[in-house]
């Protein structure tokens, strides 16, 4: 259902990220990540997990989004595991920055996804695609 939209600078990264986070441990191969974003209808999952070293990780998080997987499983084929998934810095933006801000921030970073924390801690996952939908007025992101 689509309403007038409302300015991106208006809608905060809260009123639109998917939330609760969907995780999954270094260890997890690629079938299960897979299957994890099918399930829960996401394009990106957090992998957790202090051993999680690959560039892109920190503080033992990082994202991976479908099209890592889909470049990963084309160029390496099966057998891998999350932790072998390269992905990009994780981009952090806090639960009351705007919409704007947030498509500022992951155009500049060629990012199509952010990490969004309160008080610090990750509470949800906020998507290029988010944005469209903010941008197209839907009332259901």
Sequence with gaps: MSTTPRPLSAIRASEVMHAPIVLCDPTTDLHHVASRMAAHQIHAVVVD???????????????????????????????????????DPVVYVDVDTPLSTVASILSREG????????????????????????LAGLSAF
Excluded: F, K
């Excluded at 997990?49 to 989004?65: E, T």
């Excluded at 160029?75 to 595991?81: A, I, S």
């Excluded at 801690?121 to 903010?134: E, I």
């Design 49 to 87: 997990g202090n051993d999680h070293r690959h560039a892109g990780a920190r503080d033992g998080l990082a994202i991976v989004s479908a099209d890592d997987l889909v470049r990963v499983a084309v160029q390496r084929g099966p057998g891998l595991t999350a932790a072998a998934i390269p992905s």
């Design 111 to 134: 990012r199509s996804h952010a990490l969004v924390t309160d008080a610090g801690g990750p509470v949800g996952v906020l998507s290029s695609l988010d944005v469209v939908a903010a």
